[in-house]
């Protein structure tokens, strides 16, 4: 048996009730055969133990009391992965989901995705199973102090820095920085994501978007292409998906087609986006809502239909883990899609992914196409350290040269390796090289 499979079936039997974790690691062991079946240094080093293992996982609960006086108690998660190349980074999800298996392949994959950043960054996640939907301002507030009452004693400028992620926006991360400034006494940069008026950094709420239509945009110059005249579907309708959808139009797109967690519009002249930014981020609405003011578009709910049934050039799924299928990945290849980009974490199943693969169609896993979120995250830590700020057009400018970065990264490793345009295989030899350098030369710890 070998080195790989070794630990694929170690992490079936250690981790069996965890499939979303077994899910990403296997995704990604498989893709390293090519590297550490040829060198039995990484096996001798117990490499890949060290690296599937966190280095630490923290669970605790959360009590708290709502407006009518109620205690409710939820569960919390916070996982420091690797911290080979710079402190723990990553965000922190509130949603009903959240459980062990969750955190650990968002930590996993957070880790090979700021590697591919170049900026130092090791990988952690964090969350909690707390759904601030439906909760009044006050309860969203106890909630967040409570559960930073618990996780300021783990987290630290330059030991581990979370962010925002699914549920947790700048309300959130606003009462968390609040108690853990109120708890240490100290105005420190250990949450990014932060407001622009208390150290916060321009663009970031742009980034993720943004930074996905930019690695998409540098394989297309490579083409002699771009996105002016593209169609483009995206699924979800949050910050990441708004924003691909922004800076797609900006350079020439029409984005036909955006969804939430009920139902999907199809609009074939182009969305507006101002009308989906005041249904979704100002008024909170349902899509819904969108094709009562258009009437020229069309909604269909989730059960009746799917977002990747639409003919496009390009699809961006931006929601959520696990939504595009492998039903999902034959529609796109019959009705011509050329690119997936992954705007989300680990949208797109296995099965998807190869079939995608197999047909051509050029795929950018998460942990590329989604990395300018923590990039400009961590061009917030830079600022906040130096105590400077700089101009969105700065911060954007290297979001750009970041994202360049890292598909000329994917690209060249691909076709080191003999596999041209895989940029999944890219992504994950790309990460794991500059990880696994960083742990060898630190000795076994």
Same mark, same amino acid.
């Given at each position: ?31 390293? !055969?090519?590297?550490? #079946? ?11 133990? !060290? $690296? ?26 916070? *996982? ?17 989901? *959240? ?52 996780l300021y004693r783990h987290i630290g400028p330059d030991t581990d820095v979370p962010a925002g992620d699914i549920g947790v926006g700048a309300r959130e991360v606003g009462f968390m ?13 250990? /949450? ?11 663009? !970031?709420?742009?980034? %993720?978007?943004?930074? &996905? ?6 394989? &297309? ?32 797109? %029409? *984005? ?9 519009? /199809? ?5 507006? &986006? ?6 979704? $981020? ?10 009562? $003011? ?5 909604? +269909?709910?989730?059960?009746?239909? !799917? ?40 949208? %797109? +199943? ?6 995608? $693969? ?8 998460g942990k590329a196409a989604n990395a300018g979120g923590v990039s400009t995250s961590g061009l917030e830590m830079s600022q906040n350290s130096t105590r400077i700020s700089w101009s969105?057009?700065?911060? #954007?400018?290297? &979001? ?46």
């Amino acid at each position: 048996m070998s080195y790989i499979d070794k630990i694929i079936a170690q992490i079936e039997k250690k981790d069996a009730g965890q499939p979303e974790f077994i899910q990403a690691s296997k995704e990604v062991l498989e893709s390293l !055969r090519i590297i550490v #079946d040829k060198d039995s240094i990484y096996e001798k080093a117990g490499l890949l133990e !060290r $690296l599937i293992e966190p280095e630490r996982l923290i669970v605790f609960r959360v009590p708290w009391v709502d407006d009518a006086g109620n205690v409710h108690v939820n569960r919390a998660y916070r *996982v420091q992965y690797n911290s080979a190349i710079g402190p723990y980074k990553g965000g922190i999800r509130f949603h009903p989901s *959240v459980n062990q298996s969750i955190i650990k392949f968002l930590g996993f994959e957070q880790t090979l995705k700021n590697a591919l950043t170049g900026l130092p960054m090791g990988g952690g996640k964090g969350g909690c199973d707390f759904d601030p939907k439906g909760k009044t301002e006050n309860e969203v507030m106890r909630f967040c102090q409570s559960f930073m009452t618990e996780l300021y004693r783990h987290i630290g400028p330059d030991t581990d820095v979370p962010a925002g992620d699914i549920g947790v926006g700048a309300r959130e991360v606003g009462f968390m920085y609040g108690q853990y400034k109120r708890i240490v006494n100290n105005f420190t940069g250990v /949450f990014t994501g932060k407001g622009l008026t208390w150290g916060g950094s321009l663009g !970031r709420t742009e980034a %993720t978007g943004y930074g &996905l239509v930019y690695i998409v945009n540098e394989y &297309l110059k490579g083409k002699d292409d771009g996105f002016k005249g593209k169609k483009v579907v995206i699924s979800g309708s949050g910050n990441v998906a708004i924003f691909a959808a922004q800076k797609a139009i900006s350079l020439g797109a %029409t *984005v036909i087609s955006m969804s939430d967690s009920n139902g999907f519009i /199809f609009h074939k002249d182009g969305i507006n &986006l101002d009308s989906i930014k005041e249904v979704k $981020l100002v008024k909170r609405e349902r899509l819904t809502k969108y094709a009562e $003011l258009h009437k020229d578009a069309v909604y +269909t709910e989730a059960s009746k239909g !799917r977002v990747w049934d639409i003919a496009c050039d390009i699809a961006l799924p931006c929601a959520t883990q696990n939504e595009l299928f492998i039903d999902d990945a034959k529609s796109l290849v019959k009705n011509g899609c050329k690119i997936v980009g992954e705007g989300a974490n680990m949208p %797109t +199943t296995m099965d998807a992914t190869d079939h995608l $693969l197999q047909n051509n169609v050029a795929f950018f896993p998460g942990k590329a196409a989604n990395a300018g979120g923590v990039s400009t995250s961590g061009l917030e830590m830079s600022q906040n350290s130096t105590r400077i700020s700089w101009s969105f057009d700065e911060v #954007d400018s290297k &979001l750009k040269t970041i994202m360049a970065g890292i598909f000329n990264s994917i690209d060249s490793a691909a076709k080191e390796y003999g596999k041209p345009g895989n940029f999944v295989l890219g992504a994950n030899l790309a990460g794991f090289k500059k990880v696994a350098k960083a742990m060898m030369d630190q000795g076994v710890i």
